[in-house]
């Protein structure tokens, strides 16, 4: 994307939000979607600096999980093929050893 001042990026990391839902499954944790305040940032050697102080919401369609809280692994990317659309006040439960994730708005 150009600004005028040259490319933006979009900064691709874990990201504060808010209307996720989160399920336990044996050992582990998910969390699924939410909306996210996304930041844009002038390219550079430190692209996640919110330098513009510019952001847009998204709807997430991500998935993490985690087997402590402290370290998360990401198990699908937003916008992966094979990933349900962006939501966010959505419920997830645990049925049979699978997550199924119910409702929200996106």
């Given at each position: 994307l150009e600004n005028g001042f040259g490319p933006v990026c979009v900064c691709q990391m874990w990201t504060a939000r808010e209307d996720f839902a989160v399920a336990v499954v044996g050992d582990h944790m998910y969390v699924t979607g939410g909306i996210a305040s996304v930041h844009r940032s002038l390219c550079g050697p430190h692209a996640c600096g919110d330098v513009d102080?510019?952001?847009?919401?998204?709807?997430?369609?991500?998935v993490w999980y985690s087997s402590d809280g402290a370290v998360w692994v990401q198990a699908t990317s937003a916008g992966q093929s094979d990933s349900f659309a962006g939501r966010g006040g959505h419920s997830m439960v645990v049925v049979n050893q699978e997550l199924w994730l119910i409702g929200g708005r996106g």
């Amino acid at each position: 994307l150009e600004n005028g001042f040259g490319p933006v990026c979009v900064c691709q990391m874990w990201t504060a939000r808010e209307d996720f839902a989160v399920a336990v499954v044996g050992d582990h944790m998910y969390v699924t979607g939410g909306i996210a305040s996304v930041h844009r940032s002038l390219c550079g050697p430190h692209a996640c600096g919110d330098v513009d102080a510019g952001s847009y919401r998204e709807y997430m369609s991500d998935v993490w999980y985690s087997s402590d809280g402290a370290v998360w692994v990401q198990a699908t990317s937003a916008g992966q093929s094979d990933s349900f659309a962006g939501r966010g006040g959505h419920s997830m439960v645990v049925v049979n050893q699978e997550l199924w994730l119910i409702g929200g708005r996106g």
